[in-house]
């Protein structure tokens, strides 16, 4: 099974500078099947990305997504007040996996 | 307007019973395959199961095999996840979620599920 390691675990930044937050996986996966989601304290995730690098619909476009293999990135290029949340990787080899989430919080 | 809305979580002891259900709208349920995420209090997302549109093709995650059941009825469109010989460690929101192609694009509010004595 394949395993998805998010780090850092929490990133510290001020609202306006750029987020960078990695996923990377055990073994090489398709980067069709590559998602990001957006959680906030006490609602449901939100989809972000998939398939790597495709914004879902109504996603701003400062949110984007890159990499292939076992390395990808989700960019956030300036943060905004409401950016600030947990983000989680997803991938289907023969079942779902998520990561375990990067903590975006306000310096 | 696309919704998905479950409902059926509570408080069950260890070993009991429990059944979540998902009342999907606004889109055209049988064409979309279906999954259950959960979320332990203070924890990530962990995915626990899902079955296609036909309802024909079903997946778990070990920790729930022989004990958990996902179904849809495509006439009512709705999802239901039956839980039985239920853990302390399977306290969770449920999240019902519709799939894209290998991801999830929409999800409910989620229902709670508390096991303990």
């Known amino acids: 099974e394949i395993v998805l390691t998010q780090s850092p675990g929490t990133l510290s930044l001020s609202p306006g500078e750029r987020a960078t937050l990695s996923c990377r996986a055990s073994?090489?996966?398709?980067?069709?099947?590559l998602a990001w989601y957006q959680q906030k304290p006490g609602q449901a995730p939100r989809l972000l990305i998939y398939a790597a690098s495709s914004r879902a619909t109504g996603i701003p476009d400062r949110f984007s997504g890159s990499g292939s293999g076992t390395d990808f990135t989700l960019t956030i290029s300036r943060l905004e007040p409401e950016d600030f949340a947990v983000y989680y990787c997803?991938?289907?080899?023969?079942?779902?996996?998520f990561g375990g989430g990067t903590k975006v919080e306000i310096k | 307007e696309v919704q998905l809305v479950e409902s059926g979580g509570g408080l069950v002891q260890p070993g009991g019973s429990l059944r979540v259900s998902c009342e999907a709208s606004?889109?055209?349920?049988?064409?979309?395959?279906m999954s259950w995420v959960r979320q332990a209090p203070g924890r990530g997302l962990e995915w626990v199961a899902n079955?296609?549109?036909?309802?024909?093709?079903?997946l778990y995650v070990d920790s729930v095999k022989g004990r958990f059941t996902i179904s849809r009825d495509n006439g009512k469109n709705s999802l239901s996840l039956q839980m039985n010989s239920l853990r302390a460690e399977d306290t969770a929101v449920y999240y019902c979620?519709?799939?894209?192609?290998?991801?999830?694009?929409?999800w409910g509010k989620g229902a709670t599920v508390t096991v303990s004595s």
């Open positions: 079955i296609n549109g036909d309802g024909n093709w079903i």
């Open positions: 073994q090489s996966v398709s980067s069709n099947y």
């Open positions: 997803q991938q289907f080899g023969s079942a779902f996996v």
């Open positions: 979620a519709r799939e894209g192609w290998y991801h999830m694009d929409v």
């Open positions: 606004g889109f055209t349920f049988n064409k979309h395959a």
